[in-house]
């Protein structure tokens, strides 16, 4: 199980989150366009006591910069391969890297416009699979593809290439490990989701295949791999695609026409929550078979509602739950390089750890609000605030068009717990 040892709120939505690769820091992209960047406290390692306030909830969160970095909302968030760079694109048309460090702007691209209506085409994702390479997704479904060793200084840069996987907008961006004979160990290609179909792209070759129709939109994606081999199909690998109606659906490599196993994560009636992002848990981290040790690969699932549900493969189910928020969707998960699992969603990041034994027996006996166990069994002023309102109204219509919830938030104000000497 997890706890959370930190929640630290932001000033609007959160449209965006990234976890840098080497360095336990957090990047926000939010919905007024504000970018923003913390480090949290060192881990402790086993010969360093150095780090144990961050678990004992006494360490101290730093803002390393805060900038307003494009007009009207941040739409994604991205590091660069090496964790030098920060890479941010708005609804503003404008991709931007920035240093990790000062968080001084040192290139920008302008992205090209909608060829259907000669408007800004909104991103919607972006990723940089290797250190020559930028992915930047659009909602008119282009995938266009960066050589970063091209100068950006200018605000007029083109793509080296554009392409079209989907018919509809880019939900999720997977990037699939090098083969055995790869001379580069670097991705060279990746799996796209957009509607209801799932694509693989290659760097070199474009778009190498697409799959059937689903009939179901499809949200998020990741890849797991070390998973037991089976004749005649699996290699161990596989992609794991979270979908609009609360089912998550394997993918074997090689095996792109049509989805091979189904996980359903919520079983609400009427139809389940989406999968709006998901995140793969380091080997043994925070969860226990029945024996009591801990066994088998686990994915993080965040969903609409709020909730983040823990799916271990081999056995195919939920095996524990926690809760980010009481009404708005998870949008940003992920693990840092301390081990510690990160969910983003509305105005509130939170930072969870992995319980030691006794807080475990204590949450055994008494289930708190906010976390529970899953039965084996059971399935300038003025422009900030009306850049928020523009953000507001984007969200409601932005890329994973969720339902309308009518539920509100129950009780008085959100309860906060942050680190010692948070301001």
Not at 237 to 250: D, P, S, W
Not at 304 to 316: Q, T, Y
Not at 388 to 409: A, C, F, T
Request: proline share 5%; charged share 25%; hydrophobic share 30%.
């Amino acid at each position: 199980m997890f706890d959370t040892i930190c929640t630290l709120p932001l000033s609007s939505d959160l449209f965006a989150q990234a976890i840098h690769p080497s360095e336990p820091l957090l990047a926000v992209g939010l919905s007024v366009g504000h970018v923003q960047t913390f480090r949290l406290p060192p881990v402790a390692s086993d010969d360093s006591k150095v780090g144990l306030a961050s678990e004992n909830g006494f360490g101290q969160v730093e803002t390393n910069w805060r900038t307003r970095r494009h007009k009207g909302s941040c739409r994604c968030l991205g590091f660069s391969y090496d964790g030098e760079a920060l890479y941010s694109a708005g609804t503003d048309g404008l991709v931007k890297a920035a240093s990790t460090t000062t968080g001084q702007v040192t290139s920008k691209i302008t992205l090209p416009l909608d060829p259907k209506n000669s408007k800004t085409d909104t991103p919607s994702l972006l990723h940089a699979p290797t250190p020559q390479t930028l992915l930047l997704a659009t909602d008119s479904s282009a995938l266009h593809l960066y050589d970063l060793r091209s100068p950006t200084s200018s605000l007029t840069s083109t793509p080296q290439q554009t392409h079209h996987p989907h018919d509809d907008y880019i939900s999720s961006l997977t990037p699939l490990p090098p083969s055995d004979t790869s001379t580069s160990g670097l991705s060279k290609q990746w799996v796209t989701t957009g509607g209801t179909t799932l694509a693989v792209t290659d760097i070199r070759r474009g778009v190498l295949v697409r799959s059937e129709d689903q009939e179901e939109e499809l949200l998020s994606s990741v890849f797991v791999g070390g998973l037991p081999a089976k004749s005649g199909r699996s290699k161990g690998e596989k992609v794991l695609v979270g979908g609009a109606g609360g089912v998550l659906t394997l993918w074997d490599r090689g095996m792109w026409s049509d989805q091979g196993e189904r996980i359903i994560v919520d079983h609400s009636a009427g139809g389940g929550e989406s999968l709006d992002t998901l995140a793969v848990l380091p080997d043994g981290l925070g969860l226990q078979n029945g024996a009591g040790g801990k066994s088998g690969k686990h994915v993080a699932v965040g969903l609409g509602d709020g909730r983040v549900a823990f799916v271990r493969l081999g056995v195919n189910k939920v095996v524990s739950e926690v809760r980010h928020d009481e009404v708005e969707s998870v949008v940003g998960l992920g693990v840092d390089v301390g081990g510690r699992l990160i969910s983003g969603g509305g105005q509130v990041v939170k930072v969870w750890h992995e319980m030691v034994e006794e807080e475990q027996e204590d949450d055994d006996e008494n289930l708190g609000v906010g976390k529970r166990r899953v039965d084996s069994d059971s399935g300038d002023e003025a422009e900030e605030e009306s850049s928020e309102d523009e953000g507001k109204k984007e969200h409601k219509r932005r890329k994973r068009r969720k339902r309308i919830k009518g539920k509100q938030r129950s009780g008085g104000p959100p309860h906060v717990i942050a680190f010692k000497g948070m301001d």
